[in-house]
């Protein structure tokens, strides 16, 4: 698969558990942050995003947090489904580049154990 | 809506061939981005389209990769010549031209470019 000769982190959880997926982004000035699933096979999807005058943004069962002061992200799903086992990944974006021209984290992977 | 569609899925071809990647982004987005990620790496960022306007190029590797996007619909990658350090998964995005909080980048399934 595409994850062959790329260690990545991994997390494991049980089902119905939290999940608590963190990143540790590169640069201070950064304005935008986005978690990205990416299931075997596929490209990156969207998740949630924030901007850097936030701390907290909520959607669907996920929530991600951003602590400016240490430089850090992390995406908390709630009651983890067997369908979230995926590799996550962190991105950001710093100015001057603007749209969507982002530097991604390694990224970790999510198992969730029946 | 079709997502971002990328072809071929799968490309193998021999160290010093041509190979062409193709990208049709979903309709309507102004915004096209390459990506890549080669093996054991970050995925990153290759360049970005502004409907037929190259607005960064900053991330192509060297002179061997050239972007095009004639008429601003879908856009094309092409490695000539192929080295094996290109081997990787290219990724094709899209975004619309909204505030760019409002609109995230939807990505293909990738092609997966092996050289040997």
């Known amino acids: 698969g595409e994850s062959v000769g790329l260690h990545l982190p991994t997390l494991s959880v049980q089902e119905g558990d939290n999940s608590i997926i963190n990143c540790a982004y590169s640069?201070?000035?950064?304005?935008?942050f986005i978690w990205y699933k990416q299931e075997s096979g596929k490209g990156p999807q969207f998740i949630i995003d924030i901007r850097s005058n936030m701390d907290k943004r909520q959607g669907q069962r996920v929530t991600v947090l951003l602590n400016k002061t240490v430089k850090h992200l992390s995406l908390q799903i709630a009651a983890t489904q067997p369908g979230d086992s995926a590799v996550y990944f962190c991105?950001?974006?710093?100015?001057?580049?603007?749209?969507?021209?982002?530097?991604f984290g390694t990224g970790t992977q999510l198992k969730v154990e029946l | 809506e079709a997502g971002v569609t990328q072809f071929p899925s799968h490309s193998v071809i021999e160290k010093g061939q041509t190979v062409t990647l193709r990208c049709d982004p979903i309709s309507g987005h102004d915004n096209l981005y390459w990506y890549r990620r080669v093996m054991g790496k970050e995925i990153k960022f290759l360049l970005h389209?502004?409907?037929?306007?190259?607005?960064?190029e900053s991330g192509m590797p060297n002179n061997r990769f050239l972007a095009e996007r004639t008429g601003g619909t879908y856009s094309t990658l092409k490695v000539q010549p192929a080295e094996l350090e290109d081997s990787g998964v290219y990724f094709c995005?899209?975004?619309?031209?909204?505030?760019?909080?409002?609109?995230?980048?939807?990505f293909g399934n990738g092609t997966r470019l092996t050289v040997t």
């Open positions: 640069n201070s000035a950064s304005d935008y």
């Open positions: 991105a950001e974006r710093t100015p001057p580049g603007g749209g969507n021209k982002l530097t």
């Open positions: 995005a899209s975004s619309w031209s909204g505030t760019v909080y409002n609109s995230p980048l939807h």
């Open positions: 389209f502004v409907k037929e306007s190259k607005q960064d």
